[in-house]
C-alpha cells in the first residue's frame, strides 16, 4: 500500500490504532448508511471490518496532517458490477465534523490520482445513493460524470433505494488535467 499525502491530508494504510474512530464512522446512521456499509452495533464488527481493510491494498486511512488523527476512510476497490480488471470502484466515509471543508474532494482527487497514474487503470467509478448530494458534490469536483441510474438497488430502512452510478476514464482524466494547467 502507498502512502499518498496532500496539502491537508495523509492516506495510509489502516492501523489497529484506528478502531474507535472507524466504530464511530460505522455505527453512525447518517454516514455507514451512505456509505452502503451495515450499521456496527458492536466494537468487535469494526475491529474485523478494519482488519479486513487494512489487508486489503486499496483501502486508506485518511488522516488529518495538522493533528495526526483519522477523520475518515477512502478505498479503491474491484467493482462488483464490472468484468474488467482495468476498473476500480471508489468509496469513502467521513466523519461529518469535516464535511464541507473540500477533504473528500481532495483525498479523492489524491486516490483517482494514483489509480490512473500507479495502477495504471481505465475507469474509476463510484456508486452512489441519489439523496446523496454532498458526494454528487464531491464526484463533480473530482470531474466523474453520470454514467446512469440503477433503480431499487438494495432494501435500506424498509425501503429500495436508486443507486446512481458515475464514472471517470482515463482519457478524461488526462483531458481534464491537460486543460487545468494551460
Not at 446523496?132 to 458534490?137: E, G, L, T
Not at 478524461?172 to 486543460?179: F, M
Request: charged share 25%.
Amino acid at each position: 500500500m502507498q502512502l499518498l499525502t496532500t496539502h491537508r491530508l495523509v492516506l495510509r494504510k489502516p492501523k489497529e490504532t484506528d478502531v474507535r474512530f472507524f466504530h464511530q464512522l460505522s455505527s453512525d446512521p447518517l454516514i455507514a448508511l451512505s456509505a452502503g456499509w451495515l450499521l456496527h452495533d458492536k466494537m468487535k464488527q469494526s475491529i474485523n471490518t478494519l482488519n479486513d481493510f487494512s489487508h486489503d491494498g486499496g483501502i486508506w486511512a485518511i488522516v488529518d496532517r495538522l493533528t495526526n488523527n483519522m477523520i475518515g476512510i477512502i478505498g479503491l476497490v474491484d467493482d462488483p458490477k464490472r468484468n474488467n480488471p482495468k476498473a476500480k470502484m471508489i468509496g469513502y466515509a467521513l466523519h461529518e465534523d469535516f464535511w464541507g471543508q473540500g477533504i473528500a474532494t481532495e483525498a479523492c482527487r489524491a486516490v483517482v490520482h494514483f489509480g490512473f497514474n500507479a495502477l495504471n487503470l481505465d475507469l474509476i467509478c463510484a456508486y452512489i445513493y441519489t439523496y446523496n448530494n454532498r458526494s454528487k458534490k464531491t464526484l463533480a469536483n473530482c470531474n466523474f460524470r453520470l454514467e446512469g441510474v440503477l433503480r431499487k438497488t438494495n432494501f435500506i430502512n424498509g425501503q429500495y433505494l436508486d443507486e446512481a452510478c458515475f464514472s471517470l476514464t482515463r482519457q478524461e482524466y488526462i483531458k481534464d488535467n491537460e486543460q487545468n494547467f494551460k
